[in-house]
Structure formats: structure tokens, C-alpha cells
């Protein structure tokens, strides 16, 4: 398939589910329990016309495609509704708080995938038994700690939330990473440039990274998912104001606009970070054949 | 590393057999209130002293046990047979069934896996019996956890279904569910076994990380994710090591399972 058809296709599937996810998201707000009672409504202070102009409001939305057609209309211009615990526009807090997010998780890739390849590379380069034995039982040891037990820690020692994400990526690329690696180092090509007597550094360069890249760029996508995933646990228990936060107080409060709106742009991200990983996997592999 | 698979298979059993004996192990339920002793140290009434609520921490911490190993293999059941029919069925049938359901699993794949898991948690009311919020927090766990291991068994159908043993059968005439069921179904059986006790370690620490936030179940019923919420306020240089009984036991049969599944992917 051609990179432009790939292109094409990737973009198609994206928007599909930001169009399925929205509808999802004003389908779910409609059927929630509790959509068509108004707390209001329940106020002795307010006048009879009050409380029947409260009740026609929410008569209008009972039909559901209106509803759900008039919620799409509303998400194509930017308007996802108001968020139901924090009384302000969802969209004003998801442009608020998606930076700080964008940082913790991009910082906490970056140090996770430095980790992974730094402790794949030196396993496979040093051969050591020992060696091996330690940088499994640390990533294994890792991978049997809950994400959110991990940020607690990191609250109790006051370290940066960042490391915490780290932390938690780097055992699901080290293992990847180092079968990778290892099963490059074993390819007849590879070993016939050692016996020849190149240097660690050229084999390393010159044949085992471009053999590794496609592999190990294809993880890519899937650890922004992973570092997304932990951003809920590490950025509401070590208070970071970010969308993790935002939809664990939505999940608390059960406030589905907000919840489901900022999922769906959280989809968005790893969608675009898959895609990228997937054509750079794709034209790397196309320039080798 | 034989010793150590020895080590996990027999901690495995201890825990499992401890958890299911608690009724025998302790006296006090593990909803009793001992209101003159709150957060009270180790002591000969309490063996792991008392939480925030003065309720008996050693009993809570065997019924909690005792609930998160019996439905994180109920939600790995759920999960295999969901991927067993949407994966394995498609893989079977092959064509555009196929290339829509793999479509489906990267869709779900794509999706972070707490948000999507808060996010239906959150649809579903917090406020229900704690039976309930057991059910419905392991349910979740085994609706949404499938993706992974359907990608598995599409696969594995599709090359089943291509196989010769599969053609020679289809030109005898085999057909339909027959063909599923004679010459499919068992060998798949391995494939599904595996991925049922893969993810069952998983289910675990989800239910960890659901309960230490608040959406996994419900008190007073404990679970390992509820038990982990003490950690919030553990003044750990104030050396109450006690509290952290139950992360060094998750820890371990987290560790104990991923042990023995290593040795399964070794052998596969």
C-alpha cells in the first residue's frame, strides 16, 4: 500500500472515531440516569413558570437523534457542553489543563524510552548473566506495581511526577526492546560483520539500529497510550492539574460531558501518535527494501 | 529459576488456600468495628493492627485477598471468551468479518485503558451495595479487556483456517460449526488457556488502580485496590511497615503469576 493511501486511510479511521466517539458521548450524556431530572427543579424557592420552563428545556432533548445531532452540531463548532461538577465550558478546561499533560507525559516518554533502550542496549552488548538477571528483575519487579501505587510512592518521596511515568513505560519497552535487539544481533548478517572484527560501535550503527528501528519505532503508539493511561493515577494522586486529573474528578462526580470529551480527545492523541508510528515504521521499511 | 517457579507455584496455592480458609484463620468479620481502636499497631486481638475505622486489617486483608483472586479469573474468563468470539469467530470466517473486527480490536487497542475503564465505571452509579460494585468493577474488567487477546486468536484462527488439516477437512465436506467445533476449536483451546491466565495478573493490578482511585469497589467489602488506599495517608518514616502487608503480597502474586507465564512463553 502507498504511503498516500496509508495517509488517507489513517485519517479516515481518525475522524471516524472522533464523529463515533462524539456521538457515543451525546448518546451516553442522553441515556445516563438522572439526564432528565433538573436539581433545580427540586428548589422550593422557585416559581411554578420556573421550575415548567426547567422542565420544557429538558422535554426538547428528550428525542434522542435531535439530541444527538444537535450535540454534533455543537462539537463541530467547539462547544462540548458545560461541564456538570466545575460549571465551566469543557472545552475552556481541556485548553487549560492539556499542556501541563502534554508535558508530564511527553517528559515521562522521553525518560521511559531512555531508560528501556539504555538497559536493552547494555544487556545485549554486555552479555552478562548477571547483568541480564538484574535488569529482568527490575523491570519485572516494576511491571507487578500498580501505576497508581507508583505515583503514591512518588508522592510519599516527593520525586518529580514525571519519573513516575517514566517508570511505568520502561518495563513494557525493555522487554520488547531487548528481544528486538537480541534477535537483530543474531542475524547471519550481523554476526559476519563481528567475525570480521567491525567495532561495537560501527556494528552497532551501522547494522543493528537500522535493522531495530522499524520494530521498535512501531511501540511508539502504543507507549503514548501506556503514558496517557498512567497520567489518571500519577497526576490525581500527586495533584497535577492536567486531563488525567480532570477525568478522575469527572469520573468521581460522574460528569460525563466532561469525561467522555476529554477520553475522546486522549483517543485523538494516541490515534495521531499510532499513525505517526505507523508511517515512519512504513517508509523505513520501504527505503530498506 | 526452577526453584524460584516452585517458590511462586507453592505462594500461589498458600495465598489462595489462606484467602479461602479466612472464615477459619479469624473470628472477626471483616466490617467489625473496634471503635476504642482505631489505627492501632500489631498487637495479639489484631495480628496486623486496625485501619483509620478500627476494622481488624489481617481480616480484611483475607477477605480482600480472598475477593480479588476469585474474580480477577472470573473477568479473565470474560475477557478470553470475548475474544474467543470476536477474534476467534472472525479469524475462522475470514474476508471482510475479518478485516472489520481487526479494525475493531486496533480501535480498542488505541483507546488508554484507564480512561476508557473510568470512564464506563463513571456511567455506571458509585454509589451501589458493595456485592454489586464487586460485580460491576470485574465485569468491566473482562468486557474491556479483550482486545489484546483477540488480536491473539484472529490471528491464530486465520492461520488454522488456512492450515491443510482444515482444507482436507472442508474437501470431505466438513462445513459450518462442525468444522469450528471438530477441527478449530482444539487448537485453539491452548491459545485461549494462555491468554486466560495472562490476564489475570492484569486484571489485578486494574483493580488496584481502580480502588486506590476510588471507582473500584465499594465499602466496607475489601479488595486489594480498596486495601491499597491506606497507602494515601502511610507515614512510612514513622515505620508503620505493617500497612504495607498488602502491596508486598499483591506485589508477590503479581510477580508469582508473571513468573510462571514466562515459563510459558519460553515453552511456546
Not at chain 2, 462445513?175 to 495472562?198: S, T, Y
Amino acid at each position: 500500500m502507498s504511503i498516500l493511501r496509508r495517509i488517507a486511510r489513517l485519517i479516515l479511521t481518525m475522524i471516524a472515531t472522533v464523529l463515533l466517539g462524539t456521538l457515543v458521548t451525546g448518546l451516553l450524556v442522553r441515556l445516563a440516569p438522572g439526564f432528565d431530572v433538573d436539581a433545580r427543579q427540586l428548589d422550593s424557592r422557585l416559581a411554578h413558570e420556573s421550575k415548567e420552563a426547567l422542565r420544557d428545556q429538558r422535554l426538547k432533548n428528550a428525542d434522542i437523534m435531535h439530541f444527538c445531532i444537535a450535540y454534533l452540531g455543537a462539537a463541530a463548532t467547539g462547544d462540548f457542553g458545560e461541564s456538570l461538577t466545575l460549571n465551566r465550558p469543557v472545552r475552556e478546561l481541556i485548553v487549560e489543563r492539556f499542556p501541563t499533560t502534554l508535558r508530564i507525559v511527553g517528559l515521562g516518554l522521553v525518560g521511559g524510552w531512555l531508560l528501556a533502550v539504555t538497559f536493552a542496549f547494555s544487556s545485549v552488548l554486555l552479555h552478562r548473566a548477571a547483568y541480564d538477571a538484574a535488569t529482568a528483575t527490575i523491570s519485572g519487579a516494576l511491571l507487578c506495581v500498580p501505576s497508581a501505587v507508583m505515583a503514591l510512592l512518588f508522592v510519599l518521596f516527593r520525586a518529580p511526577a514525571q519519573l513516575a511515568i517514566a517508570l511505568i513505560v520502561f518495563p513494557r519497552l525493555f522487554r520488547y526492546a531487548r528481544n528486538v535487539l537480541e534477535s537483530s544481533y543474531s542475524m547471519p548478517h550481523i554476526i559476519t560483520a563481528r567475525a570480521k572484527g567491525l567495532g561495537m560501535v560501527r556494528v552497532l550503527c551501522w547494522h543493528v539500529i537500522p535493522v531495530s528501528a522499524a520494530p521498535l519505532l512501531a511501540l511508539a503508539g502504543v507507549s503514548v497510550s501506556v503514558a496517557l493511561g498512567a497520567a489518571v493515577p500519577v497526576e490525581a494522586l500527586c495533584g497535577i492539574p492536567g486531563i488525567g486529573q480532570l477525568a478522575w474528578q469527572a469520573a468521581m462526580g460522574r460528569d460525563l460531558p466532561l469525561l467522555i470529551t476529554s477520553t475522546v480527545l486522549v483517543t485523538l492523541v494516541t490515534l495521531t501518535a499510532n499513525a505517526i508510528s505507523d508511517l515512519v515504521t512504513c517508509s523505513l521499511s520501504s527505503s530498506r527494501v | 529459576m526452577k526453584y524460584l517457579r516452585i517458590f511462586a507455584i507453592a505462594l500461589l496455592s498458600m495465598v489462595a488456600i489462606t484467602s479461602l480458609g479466612a472464615g477459619f484463620l479469624t473470628t472477626v468479620d471483616y466490617a467489625t468495628q473496634f471503635r476504642e481502636a482505631p489505627n492501632a499497631a500489631p498487637s495479639n486481638a489484631h495480628w496486623l493492627g486496625t485501619d483509620q475505622l478500627g476494622r481488624d486489617r489481617f481480616a480484611r486483608i483475607l477477605y480482600g485477598t480472598r475477593v480479588s483472586l476469585l474474580l480477577a479469573p472470573a473477568a479473565a474468563l470474560i475477557s478470553t471468551l470475548f475474544a474467543a468470539l470476536i477474534g476467534g469467530v472472525a479469524g475462522f470466517v475470514g474476508g471482510a468479518w475479518q478485516r472489520w473486527a481487526t479494525m475493531l480490536i486496533d480501535l480498542v487497542l488505541s483507546l488508554p485503558w484507564l480512561f476508557l475503564l473510568i470512564t464506563v465505571r463513571a456511567l455506571l452509579p458509585l454509589n451501589v451495595p458493595p456485592l454489586i460494585s464487586v460485580i460491576v468493577t470485574f465485569l468491566l474488567l473482562g468486557m474491556l479487556g479483550w482486545a489484546a487477546s483477540a488480536r491473539v486468536m484472529c490471528a491464530w484462527a486465520g492461520a488454522v483456517r488456512n492450515s491443510d488439516f482444515v482444507l482436507q477437512a472442508r474437501a470431505t465436506g466438513v462445513r459450518g460449526c462442525r468444522l469450528a467445533i471438530v477441527h478449530v476449536l482444539p487448537n485453539l483451546k491452548p491459545l485461549l488457556a494462555a491468554q486466560f491466565w495472562i490476564s489475570i495478573p492484569v486484571f489485578i493490578l486494574a483493580e488496584a488502580n481502580l480502588g486506590i482511585l476510588g471507582l473500584g469497589v465499594a465499602e466496607p467489602l475489601p479488595s486489594w485496590g480498596s486495601l491499597l488506599r491506606e497507602l494515601e495517608d502511610l507515614a512510612i518514616y514513622s515505620g508503620e511497615l505493617w500497612k504495607l502487608v498488602p502491596l508486598v503480597l499483591l506485589i508477590l502474586v503479581v510477580s508469582s503469576f508473571e513468573l510462571l507465564l514466562s515459563r510459558t512463553e519460553v515453552s511456546a
